[in-house]
C-alpha cells in the first residue's frame, strides 16, 4: 500500500522561505512516476503547485514558478518543497501526491496545514 | 490558468443520483481526454475515483461514473449514499505538463 506523508514547520514567517518534506513508503521514488505539491488554501479549492521526477526534472505552475523550487532524495524515498518570499496568501493546507501512469494523482498524504503569520 | 468551474454545492436523497459538472475551456478539458476526480472528506487525504474522464480505479464503486462533452466534464454518482457526503474536485491536464483543479462541490445527502 503506498502511503504518503508530509513534514514541516506549520508556521512559517511572512517573506521567509516554507520548507516541506514528504516521505514515501510503498513505492519507490526512483520508479518511474512523478511525484507532485498540491495545495488547499482555507476556503477554497485545490490548487497544483508542481511535479518532479526522480531525475529532478520538474513542472510547476507558472504562477508560483518563480518562487518554487522541488527536489527529491532518492536515498530517503522522499521529495521536498521550498517556497520563497512567502505571504499571508501562501496559508493552506499543503499535500503531496503521487501522478499515476497517466495524467492523474493515484496516492495523495493527508496534507498539513502552514500557517504565514508574524 | 485559471480555475476550473464547479457548482459549490449540490445535494440528493439517499438512492437517488446526482451529477456535478465541471467547466473548463479549450486549454484544458476540451483539449485534452485526461480529467480526473477526487473525493475528499476535510481531515483526509483526498481519494481518486475517475481519471482519464470515465476510467474507474480498482476498488472504486460503479456507482461513480465520468464523461466529458466540449469544454465541460460531469461526475454522476448514483444510488447516493450517506458516506458519499464529502467535498468532490475535478482536475484537467492543462497542456505543457501543467494541471488545474476546479473549485470544488460540496455534495449533501439528505
Known amino acids: 500500500q503506498v502511503q504518503l506523508q508530509e513534514s514541516g514547520p506549520g508556521l512559517v514567517r511572512p517573506s521567509e522561505t516554507l520548507s516541506l518534506t514528504c516521505g514515501v513508503s510503498g513505492s519507490f521514488i526512483s520508479s518511474g512516476y512523478y511525484w507532485g505539491w498540491i495545495r488547499q488554501p482555507p476556503g477554497k479549492g485545490l490548487e497544483w503547485i508542481g511535479n518532479?521526477?526522480?531525475?529532478?526534472?520538474?513542472y510547476y505552475d507558472p504562477s508560483l514558478k518563480s518562487r518554487v523550487t522541488m527536489s527529491v532524495d532518492t536515498s530517503a524515498n522522499q521529495f521536498s518543497l521550498k517556497m520563497n518570499s512567502v505571504t499571508a496568501a501562501d496559508t493552506a493546507i499543503y499535500y503531496c501526491?503521487?501522478?499515476?501512469?497517466?495524467?492523474?494523482?493515484?496516492?495523495w498524504g493527508q496534507g498539513i496545514l502552514v500557517t504565514v503569520s508574524s | 490558468q485559471s480555475a476550473l468551474t464547479q457548482p459549490a454545492s449540490v445535494s440528493g436523497s439517499p438512492g437517488q443520483s446526482i451529477t456535478i459538472s465541471c467547466a473548463g475551456t479549450n486549454s484544458d478539458i476540451g483539449g485534452y481526454n485526461f480529467v480526473s476526480w477526487y473525493q475528499h472528506h476535510p481531515g483526509k487525504a483526498p481519494k481518486l475515483i475517475i481519471y482519464?474522464?470515465?476510467k474507474r480505479p480498482s476498488g472504486v464503486s460503479i456507482r461513480f461514473s465520468g464523461s466529458k462533452s466540449g469544454n465541460t466534464a460531469s461526475l454522476t454518482i448514483s444510488g447516493l449514499q450517506s458516506d458519499d457526503e464529502a467535498d468532490y474536485y475535478c482536475c484537467s491536464h492543462a497542456g505543457s505538463y501543467t494541471w488545474v483543479f476546479g473549485g470544488g462541490t460540496k455534495l449533501t445527502v439528505l
Open positions: 482519464d474522464v470515465n
Open positions: 501526491a503521487r501522478k499515476g501512469l497517466s495524467y492523474y494523482f493515484d496516492y
Open positions: 518532479i521526477y526522480r531525475s529532478g526534472n520538474t
